[in-house]
Structure formats: structure tokens, C-alpha cells
Nanobody, 123 residues
Framework: QVQLAESGGGSVQAGGSLKLACTAS????????MGWFRQAPGTQREWVAG???????TYADSVKGRFTITKDNAKDTLFLQMTSLEPEDTAMYYC?????????????????WGQGTQVTVSS
């Protein structure tokens, strides 16, 4: 089993930027896909962005054009570069990975999860 650990969360003003990182205990290239999710208080967890082992990136409509997901296989790290942040982006952000089933990637049902890092955007 692998362990994922998020970092880089914090408090920023609206319009600002923040870069999250997710370190893995195994090589990121070993996974079929990796992604970022977020959950605000009182809401369901929401898929934000994903990247497969070929480097193809996908995004939720709510963050498209503002967030960029990347991974550094050499450093076993997944990133989420967030720009033009707004208060509605405030949430706990989670890193996730799937190494077995492509259908889980497509349905955003990743099997391996980090514990989250808090992002707070003030107006």
C-alpha cells in the first residue's frame, strides 16, 4: 500500500495563487491516474483535476483555466497549481491515486487517498 501526503495549503486572498503538492511513497509513474479532490464543509467531496500515466490532464468545469495539475515522476510528487483563487475554492484538498482499474479513474473513484490540506481563500 502507498501513502500520499499533501502539503502547500494555507490562507490566501482572492485573486491569489497557491501550489499544492502530494508526495507518494512509491513512484508516481506507477499509478494509472492521480488526481485532486476537494470538500467544503457541508458538501460532498468534489473531483477537481486528474492526470493519467500518459500525462493527459482533465479538469472540473469549475476550475478549468485556473488550475493546473502536473506530476514530477522523478520526485514522486503530484502538484496542483491554483491561480485566480476565489472564496468558493475554500475547501480541504485531497490527493488521490489509482493503480489498478481504469474505470475508477474515469468515475473519479480513486482507491488511495491522502489526509488533505486546507485551502482558505478570503475576499
Amino acid at each position: 500500500q502507498v501513502q500520499l501526503a499533501e502539503s502547500g495549503g494555507g490562507s490566501v486572498q482572492a485573486g491569489g495563487s497557491l501550489k499544492l503538492a502530494c508526495t507518494a511513497s512509491t513512484y508516481t509513474s506507477s499509478y494509472l491516474c492521480m488526481g485532486w479532490f476537494r470538500q467544503a464543509p457541508g458538501t460532498q467531496r468534489e473531483w477537481v483535476a486528474g492526470i493519467n500515466n500518459g500525462g493527459d490532464m482533465t479538469y472540473a468545469d469549475s476550475v478549468k483555466g485556473r488550475f493546473t495539475i502536473t506530476k514530477d515522476n522523478a520526485k514522486d510528487t503530484l502538484f496542483l497549481q491554483m491561480t485566480s483563487l476565489e472564496p468558493e475554492d475554500t475547501a480541504m484538498y485531497y490527493c488521490a491515486a489509482e493503480g489498478v482499474y481504469w474505470r475508477r479513474c474515469r468515475s473519479h473513484e480513486y482507491s488511495i487517498w491522502g489526509q488533505g490540506t486546507q485551502v482558505t481563500v478570503s475576499s
